[in-house]
């Protein structure tokens, strides 16, 4: 394969992959707490170049996606009045225990099981502490008949008595994490977890998507129109190499 057959080949390559990448933004704008991702290209034979979507300006080196990266700035708060929707409006994450481990999120859409435990949509538990900090007993339990009320710092209320608080975590470094379902994160070192401060959680509240479909909307017809351009490019460069090849065989 020639330098510009490849070239050509490798831009089809990442416009595919960035193609997939604002596929799913969109397709995630209504999804409560979404991150959305962006494009992190390196060109072959220069120094890493960041692009945000729809890629970096063509130089002649070839163009390689080599990760998304998440942009992790928070989403709109939306009024639901729903008692069990907590929004965090400041740096931290909730903390549920799933089958693979523990996962952070920001999607507080949450209900009471039929065990008495706070619980996200997909079922996981979600991490409490007693209101001062100390570990929940295991016979703790929320009564599903009365009311839930939360305050500003997360503690949880039923009949005006504080019976547990919602352990809200931050990374030491958000690069750590990494995407584990729409609105969940996992995160390679849990050790690595810390307390955050200056958070408040929103009853009746939830986190928006902080995906905009109306740039991603002009993002995806930008990112065909390259392709489209790319397939042109390949294909003309076929015919002038086949060309050629007759041309000289002429001769």
Known sequence: MDSTT??????????????????????????????????????????????????????????????????????????TSRPLDLALDGNAYFVTESPSGNLL????????GTDGQLRTREGFKVKLTLPDGRPLPPTFRFDPTRQLN????????????????????EPANREQ???????YFAISDIASLRRA?????????????????????????????QFEMLQKALQLHGEMGKRSTEEVGRV
């Open 6 to 79: 490849s070239i050509l080949a490798s831009g089809l390559r990442a416009r595919a992959e960035s193609l997939d990448i604002v596929a799913n933004n969109l397709a995630n704008s209504g999804t409560p707490a979404f991150k959305s991702e962006l494009e992190r290209y390196t060109l072959y034979g220069s120094e890493e170049a960041l692009a945000g979507n729809g890629g970096p300006d063509f130089t002649g080196l070839s163009p390689d996606l080599k990760q998304s990266w998440i942009n992790f700035n928070q989403g709109l708060l939306e009024s």
């Open 105 to 112: 999120t920001r999607n507080g859409s949450f209900q009471i």
């Open 150 to 169: 939360i305050d500003l710092q997360g503690v949880l209320h039923q009949d005006n008595t504080a019976l547990a608080r919602v352990e809200l975590m």
């Open 177 to 183: 994490l990494r995407k584990a379902g729409d609105s």
């Open 197 to 225: 401060a200056g958070v408040e959680v929103h009853q009746g509240w939830l986190e928006k998507s902080n995906a905009d479909p109306t740039t991603g909307g002009i993002q995806l017809v930008k990112i065909s129109r």
